[in-house]
């Protein structure tokens, strides 16, 4: 039989561990790999068919009477939906990506989708989302553009959180950011200040990051991604408890947003290692 020629799956004649260990290895490996590229093409399919949509009802609300009658209304509405949930697919897809070139390409894909929309109908829905891609896609960007950016996003992400505190793209924009300014080195800073000519925002304490946090996760948004980072944040504080609870929440909450879940379920997982070994010594 053809199955009996092919001695990979023969794990009968391999009678050595180690070789039955590859094997097996390499097997998940390959359904690993097979499995994502299948919900890569499931998302992308997804994307494709709200890109038609939106496409449609940006034309339609294009030529639609300026008079804010209930039509006009009905179409905006649509259409932000549709923007909506496009730039949150072009989000989570990013995540599916290795390199920073393809995860950056990605985010910008999301970023021109609600830049289009935004001169439309500039809500804050809207301008939550943008600031959080945005905020997401600083790590991956130049020095230039990206000093250039901080200031700008802060002036942003201030006024829409202040205007609307339940924005919980715009909370958890606002906390990322001061996580990201907190990170920048001396090196970075003088690089912004003395070549750039750019004077960066001061990092807020923690327990300020904490708030905008706490408040999506009452909210119930992206949860695996709002108690991750707020696990990151106990860490500065040093609060133990925190950080597990947090980590604990990560790994029960059921998967709703693909590749975003995942990707912040191992990062917790991984963490929770380590602090269990620490804690075993």
């Known amino acids: 039989m053809i199955q009996d020629k092919?001695?990979?799956?023969?794990?009968?004649?391999i009678k050595s561990f180690p070789y039955r260990f590859l094997c097996a290895i390499f097997l998940v490996h390959a359904f690993f790999c097979a499995f994502t590229v299948q919900a890569q093409h499931v998302l992308q399919h997804q994307i494709d068919s709200l890109t038609s949509s939106f496409n449609h009802e940006f034309a339609l609300l294009e030529a639609a009477s300026p008079q804010g009658d209930s039509?006009?209304?009905?179409?905006?509405?649509?259409?932000?939906?549709?923007?909506s949930k496009l730039a949150k697919s072009y989000w989570m897809l990013s995540y599916s990506f290795s390199t920073p070139n393809e995860r950056k390409?990605?985010?910008?894909?999301?970023?021109?989708?609600l830049e289009?929309?935004?001169?439309?109908?500039?809500?804050?829905?809207?301008?939550?989302?943008?600031?959080?891609?945005e905020v997401e896609r600083l790590p991956l960007i130049g020095?230039?553009?990206?000093?250039?950016?901080?200031?700008?996003?802060?002036?942003?992400?201030?006024?829409?959180?202040?205007?609307?505190?339940?924005?919980?793209?715009g909370n958890i924009a606002y906390s990322l950011?001061?996580?990201?300014?907190?990170?920048?080195?001396?090196?970075?800073?003088?690089?912004?200040?003395?070549?750039y000519k750019v004077q960066l925002p001061e990092p807020v304490s923690p327990d300020i990051e904490i708030i905008f946090l706490l408040q999506a996760k009452v909210d119930g948004a992206y949860p695996a991604f709002v108690h991750y980072k707020l696990a990151e944040t106990y860490i500065k504080l040093y609060n133990f408890l925190g950080i597990e609870e947090s980590l604990n929440q990560?790994?029960?909450?059921p998967n709703e947003y693909p590749y975003l879940d995942d990707h912040y379920k191992k990062l917790a997982f991984d963490l929770k290692a380590y602090y269990k070994t620490r804690g075993a010594r």
């Open 250 to 253: 990560v790994l029960s909450v």
């Open 105 to 113: 390409e990605t985010l910008e894909k999301g970023i021109a989708i």
């Open 6 to 13: 092919l001695f990979f799956f023969r794990f009968n004649k």
């Open 143 to 169: 020095f230039e553009e990206k000093f250039t950016k901080i200031p700008l996003l802060k002036s942003e992400i201030q006024n829409l959180v202040f205007q609307y505190p339940h924005q919980n793209e």
């Open 71 to 83: 039509t006009s209304a009905k179409l905006t509405g649509n259409l932000i939906d549709l923007t």
């Open 177 to 195: 950011l001061f996580q990201h300014i907190s990170q920048l080195n001396f090196f970075e800073r003088a690089l912004a200040k003395y070549w």
């Open 116 to 133: 289009k929309t935004k001169k439309l109908k500039n809500n804050e829905l809207i301008r939550g989302l943008i600031s959080l891609l």
